[in-house]
């Protein structure tokens, strides 16, 4: 999608996301572009003359003409704008936008070369502050937030993760559980998958929030609110967790993928859904794709990592042989010169030699499944 930005008319947006990221320069345009990866629910604006040709494929918005006449659209529709942009012109920009604290967005500023990140606006109620820490540990900045007390020193439930790419699951309780840590409530969080340096502050963590080995070991601890990291689906019995809980799906899952050339977008997502449901995993923690080289121009493999963002790894057959098979394949062999793809590319993406799901043939796709174990993590096969 393409916006003018012309006087006179307030410019039509594309809202997905909670926050919208903004730049200008060639090198915001690439600080963007990859902090974008990490903020799955932040929708990504910059000027056209900067296209890379990907944009509708990933659903970036770009503009032509002053950013001024585009702020207007943002501060109505997002909860937090991320503008790579110089700090004075910033401050000018959004001058006659601020209304009131308890209603404006929260606003970050990034310098160009992603070196700082100040917290501009709304740094408590709209939560700027929180937003600066979290993209400053995205892009290995220095966080500069200028409020004499700062906010919570708490876990932020919106952000949670964010950096790492973890998503939720649902959005529906964010808000209570989110009232649950502000107001010092007993917190759990479980955490079976994904990364563990999501506690970056050089104190412990609050003494109201603990964390506990198992879901039903916290339902046990009837606590206010829960915080639960995890790439399965639950159980029936696990789900009342959930009365007052966020589910945040981790980035853990990688597929090892084979196909038959000319294999349809809509035959390989079928497989993968299916496959994930018979496994009891989420489709929003998968992170990855990987196969061998011959594939990676396979269309339908391409348009499905495209579809749900996901990355696209591919290996030569010579790597592939490196790592142990537990079926190897002769046949494979006589036409890819690798003894098999799904299952080492699964093993060689991931780093991981224990499968969820060593190899699958469904029609013409073939599939493997691994998850990214993580040290002290918790994964379930």
Not at 39 to 58: C, I, N, P, V, W
Not at 232 to 242: A, F, N, V, Y
Not at 302 to 329: C, D, R
Request: hydrophobic fraction near 40%.
């Amino acid at each position: 999608m393409s916006i003018l930005l012309e006087g006179g008319n307030r410019p039509t947006i594309n809202q997905h996301g909670t926050y919208a990221i903004v730049a200008i320069t060639k090198h915001g345009v690439e600080l963007a572009r990859n902090l974008s990866n990490s903020f799955q629910h932040a929708d990504l604006y910059y000027m056209k003359k900067f296209e890379k040709g990907d944009e509708e494929a990933r659903d970036i918005q770009l503009f032509e003409g002053s950013v001024r006449l585009l702020l207007p659209s943002l501060f109505q529709a997002y909860k937090g704008i991320i503008l790579i942009i110089s700090l004075g012109a910033v401050v000018r920009m959004i001058a006659p936008l601020l209304k009131d604290k308890k209603t404006d967005p929260g606003v970050v500023v990034i310098d160009d070369k992603g070196e700082n990140v100040i917290s501009v606006l709304s740094g408590h109620l709209g939560g700027a502050n929180e937003l600066t820490r979290e993209v400053a540990a995205a892009l290995g900045a220095r966080p500069i937030i200028t409020t004499a007390s700062d906010v919570q020193k708490t876990i932020p439930v919106d952000l949670f993760g964010k950096r790492f790419g973890w998503v939720w699951d649902s959005a529906e309780k964010l808000t209570p559980v989110s009232a649950s840590v502000v107001n010092e409530e007993k917190i759990a969080v479980v955490q079976e998958s994904g990364e563990k340096e999501w506690w970056d502050y050089d104190r412990p963590l609050p003494e109201n929030i603990q964390t506990y080995a198992s879901i039903q070991e916290a339902l046990k601890a009837k606590t206010a609110a829960a915080l639960v990291i995890t790439h399965r689906h639950l159980t029936e019995q696990e789900k009342p967790i959930l009365a007052n809980g966020v589910l945040y799906r981790p980035k853990v899952i990688v597929l090892g993928m084979g196909c038959n050339r000319g294999t349809s977008m809509q035959e390989i997502e079928s497989v993968i859904q299916e496959t994930l449901d018979e496994l009891g995993f989420s489709i929003k923690s998968v992170k990855a794709i990987s196969t061998i080289d011959l594939k990676k121009d396979e269309e339908g493999l391409l348009e499905t990592a495209a579809k749900y963002g996901w990355e696209f790894v591919y290996y030569t057959p010579e790597q592939l042989n490196m790592i142990e098979m537990e079926h190897p394949s002769e046949t494979v062999y006589k036409y890819t010169g690798a003894y098999g793809v799904s299952e080492p590319a699964a093993r060689l993406c991931s780093g991981t030699q224990k499968l969820a799901l060593v190899k699958k043939k469904s029609g013409n796709v073939t599939i493997s499944v691994a998850v990214i174990s993580h040290d002290g993590g918790k994964e379930h096969d």
